[in-house]
T-cell receptor, first 115, second 114 residues
Framework: AQKITQTQPGMFVQEKEAVTLDCTYDTSDPSYGLFWYKQPSSGEMIFLIYQGSYDQQNATEGRYSLNFQKARKSANLVISASQLGDSAMYFC????????????FGAGTQVVVTP | DAGVIQSPRHEVTEMGQEVTLRCKPISGHNSLFWYRQTMMRGLELLIY????????DSGMPEDRFSAKMPNASFSTLKIQPSEPRDSAVYFC????????????FGSGTQLSVL
């Protein structure tokens, strides 16, 4: 069974600062994928970044980077140079290779960016 | 690309009525997923299809729920009869064939059953 843990229910960050959102996972699958999604107040789920368990390098997508530490089973999201539009709920999720897309989601972290 | 398209965006119905949610995946995507989001349970997978074939429906709550994918560009999730506890946001998501790992979600359908 897979489990995703996001221990930060909410956080405030000042505009232009960097913020790290924590995500730890537990799985017995040898091959898996890790995702981060953003859900603004409007409700849609926006794909941010993906990391494969066998990827050697940490994933980056613009201002988003994923700090993947496989031995520690963590996949933290780093948002650099926060913007007011980054205020949203952020979800970490994982899937096993043999059932790709069957995502197990964490509880989410609410981020509020202040001027 | 238009993205995953869901309709309706909002649905309000009375208990006992039939509800049909619709989804058009991204063109060329061959996997389609239906998720439900509630405050109590968070996001959970209901069912997913590969090449129009249902692969795993273990998340479908009960027989009142059914999903179909008659072709590669359309899927429906039906609830009959609906109950107040079915009130939630229902998301459709799709993924491309050929090893692309990214899973893209639609904007969701906010369902309220009174």
């Amino acid at each position: 069974a897979q489990k995703i843990t996001q221990t930060q229910p909410g956080m405030f960050v000042q505009e232009k600062e960097a913020v790290t959102l924590d995500c730890t996972y537990d799985t017995s699958d040898p091959s898996y994928g890790l995702f981060w999604y953003k859900q603004p107040s409007s409700g849609e789920m926006i794909f941010l970044i993906y990391q494969g368990s066998y990827d050697q390098q940490n994933a980056t997508e613009g201002r988003y980077s994923l700090n993947f530490q496989k031995a520690r089973k963590s996949a933290n999201l780093v948002i650099s140079a926060s913007q007011l539009g980054d205020s949203a709920m952020y979800f970490c999720a994982m899937t096993a290779t043999d059932s790709w897309g069957k995502l197990q989601f964490g509880a989410g972290t609410q981020v509020v960016v202040t001027p | 690309d238009a993205g995953v398209i869901q309709s309706p965006r909002h649905e309000v119905t009375e208990m006992g009525q039939e509800v049909t949610l619709r989804c058009k995946p991204i063109s060329g995507h061959n996997s389609l997923f239906w998720y439900r989001q509630t405050m109590m349970r968070g996001l959970e997978l209901l069912i997913y299809f590969n090449n129009n074939v249902p692969i795993d429906d273990s998340g479908m709550p009960e027989d009142r729920f059914s999903a179909k994918m008659p072709n590669a560009s359309f899927s429906t999730l039906k609830i009959q009869p609906s109950e107040p506890r079915d009130s939630a946001v229902y998301f459709c998501a799709s993924r491309a064939a050929g090893g692309d790992e990214k899973l893209f979600f639609g904007s969701g359908t906010q369902l309220s059953v009174l």
